[in-house]
């Protein structure tokens, strides 16, 4: 027997122990905070900020921890204002993934209420017969000439084309846009030098910008420009028939 | 009333389960001793700026609300001194100087570090709760309840022996 075993074996002798027995100990523990509680609102001192502290002081308490109320408030204040943000932030994400859903339906509905007009429009190019024949012609490009006369070059050859090639297999941006897809894009330039000109035409494909087809041709005067195009373009038409990709 | 709530709160932390135990003592009866408790608690909180020693001020206030619960429920007059007297009045084995000079050790507030040990010490030595149980009231670890406990018994022992009480075996 230690000394602080003896010493209450000597207190009880001399009957200054008042034993409580363990359930009434452990009914005092449970109730501590709801009677304080009681008591609190009783005297007219209860509020609800006060009280949240309070069950936090006594459930730290009851950890062994002694804390003070105002480290318990500021314990709950910095608990809250994390839990805030927490929330705040995960309520932000939320909105953020469901607008995004929303978002994605609507394009999905207004795509269903529109489809496109030409349904070959969504192939892919290399999927589809018709547009791996195709060329886009864009505008010629023109130097030290009148633009005029480089979109003139590039009607001929688009209309040349369309002639050798068949309409389908050929689409003037300049005059249509781009209305339909296309493997292969002819773009050019007329050069003005003195009074002779040089037109150059590239034609390349558009999924990996591979040169399909080059030439130039040197025009003496403006009035053989015509004859120069189509001659142009019927040299694309053979080097690039409709069923040769 | 932050600052008075907070006192308050504090006092009553420390101070319910001594006090609910004491009335518990007395009457017996678990829901009886909370409204006892209540009733005390809320003169104690309108008292908070005056009173000095809770305390004591709140083993003074039992003793009459106390006798009010015993005068509500007898027909007969009731005998404060008689509901308080305390064993040492009545143990006639020869060990009452004994008694009263341990008495006197207990109750000098010289023998304890703080406030808190004599709430430690009561709850421990007088209530038999555990180091554990302590704690958990105290808000103190079984490790710091064990240790201030420890040191407690010591000065009571050393202040026993100043008293002519050397070797409480002897006695025992």
């Excluded at chain 1, 449970?30 to 069950?55: D, E, M, P, R, W």
């Excluded at chain 1, 040089?198 to 009035?223: C, G, K, W």
């Excluded at chain 2, 010591?154 to 002519?164: A, I, M, W």
Aim: positive net charge.
């Amino acid at each position: 027997m230690n000394r602080t075993e003896l010493f209450e074996k000597f207190l009880d002798n001399y009957r200054f122990t008042r034993p409580v027995p363990v359930e009434v100990r452990r009914h005092v523990l449970i109730h501590k905070n709801s009677q304080f509680a009681v008591i609190l609102k009783k005297a007219g001192g209860y509020s609800l900020a006060f009280g949240l502290v309070t069950s936090l002081f006594f459930s730290l308490k009851k950890l062994g921890l002694g804390v003070t109320i105002v480290k318990s408030a500021v314990i709950l204040a910095a608990v809250t204002a994390a839990s805030v943000a927490v929330i705040g932030l995960g309520a932000y994400a939320s909105a953020q993934y469901i607008i995004r859903i929303i978002d994605k339906e609507k394009i999905s509905v207004e795509a269903d209420k529109h489809p496109p007009s030409n349904i070959e429009e969504s192939f892919d190019p290399r999927e589809s017969a018709e547009v791996a024949g195709r060329i886009g012609i864009q505008v010629f490009s023109a130097e030290n000439t009148e633009k005029t006369l480089s979109a003139e070059v590039t009607d001929i050859i688009a209309g040349e084309l369309a002639r050798l090639r068949g309409e389908q297999y050929t689409v003037n941006v300049r005059k249509t846009g781009n209305i339909k897809r296309y493997r292969m894009m002819l773009i050019g330039s007329v050069e003005q030098k003195d009074d002779s000109f040089i037109v150059v035409a590239r034609v390349s494909d558009v999924t990996d910008s591979r040169l399909l087809f080059y030439t130039s041709e040197e025009i003496q005067s403006r009035e053989k420009i015509n004859a120069a195009s189509k001659t142009i373009a019927r040299k694309i038409a053979e080097a690039l028939p409709v069923n040769s990709r | 009333m932050f600052w008075k709530n907070r006192k308050f709160a504090e006092v009553f932390s420390d101070h319910y389960s001594i006090v609910f135990n004491v009335v518990y003592s007395k009457i017996n009866n678990i829901h009886e001793a909370e409204d006892i408790c209540q009733d005390l608690f809320i003169k104690l909180y309108e008292k908070m700026d005056t009173v000095e020693n809770p305390r004591k001020w709140l083993l003074g206030a039992i003793r009459f609300a106390v006798l009010n619960y015993y005068k509500s429920r007898r027909a007969e007059p009731v005998d404060i001194e008689e509901l308080f007297q305390d064993m040492n009045l009545a143990f006639v084995n020869g060990f009452r100087d004994a008694r009263i000079i341990i008495n006197d050790v207990l109750e000098n507030e010289c023998n304890y570090e703080s406030e808190k040990d004599i709430l430690l010490f009561n709850l421990i030595a007088v209530n038999n709760y555990s180091y554990e149980e302590a704690g958990r009231e105290l808000g103190m670890s079984k490790r710091q309840v064990r240790y201030r406990y420890g040191k407690t018994v010591n000065r009571l022992l050393d202040s026993l022996s100043k008293k002519g009480i050397k070797n409480i075996e002897d006695i025992l």
